[in-house]
């Protein structure tokens, strides 16, 4: 991908309210940044500032090039539109379907309902190891079909930048592993932020990572090499 394209995520020297976090990170179109964490709070704070929804106290957070906090409201939707996420609480409305759920955004952003949108659902669903498009509620389907599920959601848009908060959910669905690395490698170009909690998903080499980051107390900090 060329070098002249604006980054698909850059923050720079960001700051939090939190005291001493600082965040500085560019991933370009193409690239995977793996970020670790021991607390999964700090994973979801995190998605929130690359969202523009938690703002900075410092710094700019800017996505395809553009800073959220110069964004006119609709401006921040299309912009949030281009990126597909998995969220570490699931992110179901409990009153729609997985299926409603599924394709709410595309729906949100002018995508017709129609067979063709809700057949690339399903298509994705089962790329996934889902049969097809859930029309159950969220609390009919267990953790694994969730997980499935959000990942075909955070893909249905054909994302620019993929957020994944614990996709794999600490390594209870690894089964969703391979298809995910597939995944994202048909999405090319899309840059990937990968959030995980686990050591072991971190340190897999076969998750080609431009970037490795470690989460913490002090923010972000990058990791060269895995081993010494």
């Known amino acids: 991908m060329s070098a002249t394209l604006p980054p698909a995520l850059e923050l720079i020297d960001v700051r939090t309210a939190e005291a001493g976090e600082r965040f500085s990170l ?32 410092g710094g700019e957070v800017r996505v395809f090039g ?11 939707r299309r912009q949030r ?4 996420v998995t969220f570490l609480d699931g992110g179901w409305p409990p009153q729609l379907s997985v299926a409603e759920s599924v394709t709410l955004q595309a729906l949100q952003n ?6 063709s949108l809700r057949e690339r659902a399903s298509e994705l669903c089962r790329r996934f190891g889902l049969p ?25 848009m054909r994302p620019r930048l993929l957020i994944l908060e614990r996709p794999l959910l600490g390594g209870r669905v690894n089964e969703l592993r391979m298809p995910l690395l597939d995944a994202i490698a ?12 686990s050591l072991s998903y971190w340190t897999d080499e076969a998750i080609p990572a431009a970037h490795r980051y470690r989460l913490g107390q002090q923010g972000l900090t990058r990791v060269r090499a895995l081993t010494a």
């Open 110 to 115: 002018g995508e017709r309902d129609d067979e």
């Open 186 to 197: 048909a999405a090319y170009p899309a840059a990937c932020v990968w959030l995980t909690a």
């Open 132 to 156: 097809g498009l859930p029309l159950h509620l969220p609390e009919r389907l267990a953790p694994a079909e969730l997980a499935a599920a959000a990942c075909a959601r955070a893909l249905l």
């Open 66 to 76: 553009q800073d959220w906090s110069m964004l006119r409201p609709e401006e921040v």
């Open 26 to 57: 560019t991933l370009r179109q193409g690239e995977i940044a793996l970020i670790q964490a021991e607390e999964t709070g700090r994973l979801s704070r995190f998605t929130e500032i690359c969202l523009g929804a938690l703002p900075a106290a």
């Open 81 to 84: 539109a281009r990126i597909g």
